[in-house]
């Protein structure tokens, strides 16, 4: 059974470590990790440690630092621009993308997004999310959620473009070796033609997944798996 992981904001190189606040609270009277147990502790930003339980108090743990380590961030990164989606289903493919290793997600408010983002607190549920699922999948490094791009500055950033007319397969289409791939995967309705003229025209490459039409909440998730396979992280 794999160690649960905790976050905290900083870690200390060796000694002794006390968890508190919300994760110190989940770990004492959620997970009822008790003396003695293991656990990892990360930061969410490279570093990670293992740590035994010393001492449990309410809301706490005191935990004496067994080993440290730090993972360099990946390069080159992989970006996800996820077309806004109704209900569920965005929340649905952040937490699955973060399982399956995205770097960075950019919400897209696309012109065929049903849901309108009229406040930040989508934004914060979407980072709440992969805030979890990146504690899920022990991931050394949580994914950033940067704020939503319009059409005409996510075109700037845009690499590949998930299109089911394209010609080019995603498991054959050149790759940097450096940098950002940043993919745009529409919402429900798909990507609008204006928006993929835009895209093309400053430079991205329309590539398709195969001849299955996969929801939004999950091409997104096929196409990191893909991705991830060609530059060797799986």
Do not use: C, N
């Amino acid at each position: 059974m794999s160690l649960s992981l905790f976050l905290a904001e900083t870690l200390p190189p060796d000694g002794e470590f006390t968890l508190d606040g919300p994760e110190g609270h989940h770990a004492a009277d959620v997970a009822r990790l008790r003396v003695g147990e293991a656990l990892l502790l990360g930061d969410g930003q490279g570093a990670t440690a293992h740590a035994v339980v010393r001492a449990v108090r309410r809301g706490a743990l005191d935990l004496s630092i067994m080993e440290r380590w730090y993972a360099a961030p990946p390069d080159p990164r992989l970006v996800v621009a996820q077309g806004i989606a109704k209900g569920e289903r965005g929340e649905l493919a952040v937490q699955a993308m973060t399982e399956v290793g995205v770097d960075e997600i950019v919400p897209w408010p696309a012109a065929r997004s049903v849901a309108v983002w009229r406040d930040e607190k989508p934004l914060s549920r979407w980072r709440a999310t992969v805030r979890e699922a990146a504690k899920q999948a022990r991931r050394p490094w949580i994914p950033e959620v940067s704020a939503a791009l319009p059409t005409a500055r996510l075109a700037q950033r845009a690499t590949l473009v998930l299109d089911s007319a394209a010609t080019v397969p995603l498991s054959a289409v050149d790759l940097p070796g450096h940098g950002d791939i940043v993919l745009v995967v529409g919402p429900e309705g798909g990507i609008a033609p204006e928006e993929l003229d835009a895209f093309t025209a400053a430079g991205a490459v329309p590539v398709r997944l195969g001849d299955s039409i996969l929801r939004t909440s999950t091409a997104g998730v096929a196409a990191l798996a893909v991705l991830s396979a060609r530059l060797g992280r799986w």
